[in-house]
C-alpha cells in the first residue's frame, strides 16, 4: 500500500483488533482512499473463502503418536543436544501452514470435511444480517418471551418450523424471532438476550448430516458458531464472548 496506512493497519481492523477511535479513523480513510479500500475487499473476500473451505483438519492418531514418539526420544537426550522449544513450534506451524494450503490446494481433497463446515452463506452476508437487525425496528417481527408465542408466528410465512425454545433460565431470555434472506433464501431467526446484548440465531432446514459445533469465526468484531443438528442448520451471531455463545449453542444443540 502506498497511502500513509499500512498493512497492519488494515488487518488490524480486519481481524478487530483496533480500539474504537483508531476504527472510526480508518473508515474515515477508506471513504476517500480507494486502494486501502479495495485491499479491504480483497482480504474479506480471501478470509471468507477460507472460511467457508473448512481448513481445519485433525492429524490421524498415527501423526499424533509419531510426533510424540520423536518429542519423547528428543528430551531424553542430554540437555546440551536437544532443540529449542522454539525451533519445534516452528516446524509444527510450518507443517500445518503446508499442509491446509496443499489441502485446499488439492482438487476433491477432503471435500467431506469442507462440505461439513460450510455454509449456504458467506460470512459476511451473516454479519450484514446481524448488524442490520441492530438497526431501530429491526430486530423483531414478532417480540415476545413466549416460544408459543414465537414458534405459531413462523407458521405459514416459511416451509418448515423452526425449533424455539427459552433458556431465560440459563441466563438466555428469548426476545422474540423474525424472518430474514441468508444465500438467497428465507430463514427464521430467533433473537435472544446476554445482559445487554444481542444473539441473533440463524435457522434453516438441511439435508445435510449432523455436525458438532464448529469452531467459532470472527468478523467486524462479532463472533458466530455454526452447527448441525436434527435436520437444521444454524448460525448463531453477536458480539458477546465465545463462551457465552458456545454455552447458547450447547443449549440449543441438546
Known sequence: M????????????????????????????????????????????????????????????????????????RTSVPIT??????????VAASIVL????????????????????ATPFTAAELIDAHIRSLQPGHLTDVASTDQHTVKPWFNGKLDFAPPVKD????GFPLIGGRLDVLGGRNVAVL????RKH????????????DTPIHPPGLRQGYQWLHW???????????????????????????
Open 2 to 73: 502506498s497511502c500513509d496506512y499500512t498493512h497492519s493497519a488494515l488487518h488490524g481492523y480486519l481481524d478487530g483488533e483496533l480500539d474504537a477511535s483508531r476504527s472510526a479513523e480508518f473508515e474515515r480513510h477508506l471513504e476517500g482512499c480507494r486502494e486501502c479500500a479495495k485491499a479491504l475487499e480483497t482480504q474479506e473476500s480471501l478470509r471468507s473463502i477460507l472460511q467457508r473451505s473448512g481448513l481445519c483438519e485433525s492429524a490421524p492418531n498415527s501423526l499424533r503418536k509419531k510426533i510424540r514418539a520423536e518429542l519423547d526420544a
Open 81 to 90: 543436544e536437544r532443540i529449542p522449544v522454539w525451533r519445534w513450534a516452528a
Open 98 to 117: 503446508v499442509a491446509a494450503i496443499s489441502w485446499y490446494a488439492w482438487p476433491g481433497s477432503g471435500s467431506a470435511t469442507r462440505n461439513a463446515a
Open 167 to 170: 433458556f431465560a433460565e440459563d
Open 191 to 194: 433473537v435472544y438476550g446476554r
Open 198 to 209: 444481542f444473539i441473533n440465531v440463524f435457522v434453516l432446514p438441511t439435508k445435510e448430516p
Open 228 to 254: 448441525r443438528h436434527q435436520g437444521m442448520e444454524y448460525c448463531a451471531v453477536s458480539d458477546i464472548s465465545v463462551a457465552d455463545l458456545h454455552e447458547l449453542a450447547q443449549l440449543i444443540y441438546q
